[in-house]
């Protein structure tokens, strides 16, 4: 997915992104913010926040800010922050989740849902994730990856030829992500229905990432 193709599917997806993709995948938001357990006063980063339908489930002394590319589904963010007077998001910037503008270091947790298996380069943006958040943070990922199943994941397969049209990879493999992405140790939980999709939950151990780049360069 080149960032053209991105922009193009979310203009198209913006006025019924919460119709069509909120109840469908709240779940796997509420999930994902239970398991934070966020303290007051922690800074959370949320990439690719779209219309900002995990906002309101975000606790009131958390301190949230959300990026995301694409400008029109960040406009129904903002609306909602005001709409139900969402003090606790701090900001909100539209921003390119592989190149962010915030120093190392900048966040206590850093969670990114329904993501990975939109931007063009999965494995950076896991290292720009690990990068803005603190050593001993926590980095979260919801996403969906091709299914065990033979029958169901060969349909994800054939599928796969309409990326650009979807505005997401349907058969993106897990190991493979998890191992280029130095995520083989973090929790996995099945979210959302039948367990479609998988919320991996780490550490960010930055010294152990730097060993793993340091080993394959």
């Not at 997806?13 to 909120?22: L, N």
């Not at 990114?112 to 990068?131: D, F």
């Not at 943070?137 to 996403?143: A, K, P, R, S």
Request: aromatic share 8%.
């Amino acid at each position: 997915m080149e960032l053209d193709a991105i922009l193009g599917v979310y203009d198209r997806y913006a006025h019924q992104y919460d119709r069509v993709f909120g109840p469908v995948l709240q779940p796997g938001r509420k999930t994902v913010i239970e398991r934070m357990q966020s303290s007051p006063g922690d800074r959370i980063l949320e990439v690719g926040v779209g219309t900002g339908l995990s906002l309101p489930l975000y606790p009131a002394g958390a301190r949230v800010t959300g990026i995301d590319i694409a400008p029109q589904m960040l406009a129904r963010a903002q609306a909602r922050c005001a709409r139900h007077n969402l003090t606790h998001v701090e900001a909100l910037h539209c921003m390119d989740a592989e190149a962010m503008d915030f120093p190392d270091d900048s966040f206590d947790k850093v969670v990114a849902m329904y993501v990975a298996s939109v931007v063009p380069n999965p494995v950076q943006l896991v290292s720009e994730m690990r990068r803005v958040c603190r050593d001993g943070g926590e980095l979260y990922i919801v996403n969906h990856f091709r299914h065990p199943s033979r029958i169901i994941g060969g349909f994800e397969r054939l599928a796969a030829p309409l990326t650009k049209l979807m505005g997401f990879h349907p058969d993106m493999c897990l190991e493979t992500f998890s191992r280029d992405s130095g995520l083989q140790r973090a929790k996995r939980i099945p979210v959302n229905f039948f367990g479609y999709w998988t919320l991996l939950q780490q550490r960010n151990d930055k010294s152990a990432a730097a060993n793993r780049r340091a080993a394959q360069a």
